[in-house]
Structures are given as structure tokens and as C-alpha cells.
């Protein structure tokens, strides 16, 4: 059964940097991308980008790129997102989306609080 | 605003049908997906290609496309189905997202 379980909830100060992973199981890790979303409190959801599991190729939504960084451990079946330079307006909670044979699975989520 | 559009809000009693409609251009050429969230909980896939029901989701939940609109269907609504509802669509390596429907079943 696949599955993606992401870590847990963190508290940052304003500037500093954040790491989200998201383990995988159940299928074959290298073989599918992984997706990143977020969703900002009341607001809809927003996407961020796209890792090749495989590869390591990634794309950026231009309004995070230069702060967004995706890496994977396929030893591990486990993806990583490191945001930096947080903001207030980074307050979300955060998701890793996998598509496999056209289904989309997602992780638990990760809530990601900004405040001084 | 958001590339996809939805209702904000929908109402329905228990055993009634409901229709969430998503508008948007990227819908004339690329799928439609919808996802279930409740509060806390992870989103559930619930319809993807447009019209394709993933295994486990129960068959009162349907979807259809025509031109740039999307519609799910939830046939004889359950309070159980009481949640927000998204659409989205994937526009090569991106995502798009609507901004969600409330349903709410009483």
C-alpha cells in the first residue's frame, strides 16, 4: 500500500531555514515524481514544485526559487524540501504529493510556523 | 485569485445531489482532479481524469468535463461527506488549484 509519511510540525524564527521530508512506501521510489504543495492558513493551495525521484531533476514555481532546494535519499525512499530566508508568509502547512499510474497520494502534511 | 474557479460554498441536505462546478482555460486541454479535505486531514483523492474514481472511493462521488468546466457530482450526499473540495489540474510540471468549496450536508 503506498504510502508517504512526512515529518513533523516545526516553529522557525523569521530568516531561518526549514527541512520537510517525506518518506515513501509501497512502490518503486525512483520510478515516479514527487510533487510539493502548500497551503497557507484560510487560503488554498499552492504549488511549489517538482522532483524527478529518479533523476533529481526539479522545477520551481518562480516565486520560490533561489530559496526552495528539493533533494532525495533513494537509499532511504525519502524526499527532502529545505525552504530558507522564512517570512510570516511562509506559515503554511506543507505537503508532498505523489503520482503514481495517474493517482495522486498525499503525505500527512507538516505545518510550518514563521514567528519571532 | 486562483487559476481554477469554484464556488466558495455549497449546501445540501442529506440525501440530496450536489454539483461543485471548476472553470477554468486549462481544463479545455488538461484533466481535472478532485481532492476531499477535512479539517486536520490529509487530502483524498476522490476523481481524477476528469471522470475516474480511485478504488475505495465510494460510487456517489462522479465527475464530468466539458470545454473548461469541471463538475463533481455527489449523489445522495452523506453527512459523512461534509468537507472542502478542490480542483486542480496538472499543467506539465506544475499544479493548478481551485480555491475550494465548503460543503456542508444538514
Known amino acids: 500500500q503506498v504510502q508517504l509519511v512526512q515529518s513533523g510540525a516545526e516553529v522557525k524564527k523569521p530568516g531561518a531555514s526549514v527541512r520537510v521530508s517525506c518518506k515513501a512506501s509501497?512502490?518503486?521510489?525512483?520510478?515516479?515524481?514527487i510533487y510539493w504543495v502548500r497551503q497557507a492558513p484560510g487560503q488554498s493551495h499552492e504549488w511549489m514544485g517538482w522532483?524527478?525521484?529518479?533523476?533529481?531533476?526539479?522545477k520551481f514555481s518562480q516565486s520560490l526559487q533561489g530559496r526552495l532546494t528539493f533533494t532525495r535519499d533513494s537509499s532511504a525512499n525519502t524526499a527532502y524540501m529545505d525552504l530558507s530566508s522564512l517570512g510570516s508568509e511562509d506559515t503554511a502547512v506543507y505537503y508532498c504529493?505523489?503520482?503514481?499510474?495517474?493517482?495522486?497520494?498525499w503525505g500527512q502534511g507538516t505545518r510550518v510556523t514563521v514567528s519571532s | 485569485s486562483y487559476e481554477l474557479t469554484q464556488p466558495s460554498s455549497v449546501s445540501v441536505s442529506p440525501g440530496q445531489t450536489a454539483r461543485i462546478t471548476c472553470s477554468g482555460d486549462v481544463l479545455a486541454n488538461k484533466y481535472a482532479r478532485w481532492f476531499q479535505q477535512k479539517p486536520g486531514q490529509a487530502p483524498i483523492l476522490v476523481i481524477y481524469k476528469d471522470s475516474e474514481r480511485p478504488s475505495g472511493i465510494p460510487e456517489r462521488f462522479s465527475g464530468s468535463s466539458s470545454g473548461t468546466t469541471a463538475t463533481l457530482t455527489i449523489s445522495g450526499a452523506q453527512v459523512d461527506d461534509e468537507a472542502d473540495y478542490y480542483c486542480y489540474s496538472a499543467t506539465g510540471y506544475a499544479l493548478v488549484f481551485g480555491g475550494g468549496t465548503k460543503m456542508t450536508v444538514l
Open positions: 504529493v505523489l503520482r503514481l499510474d495517474n493517482l495522486d497520494y
Open positions: 522532483v524527478n525521484a529518479g533523476t533529481g531533476d526539479t
Open positions: 509501497g512502490y518503486t521510489f525512483t520510478n515516479n515524481p
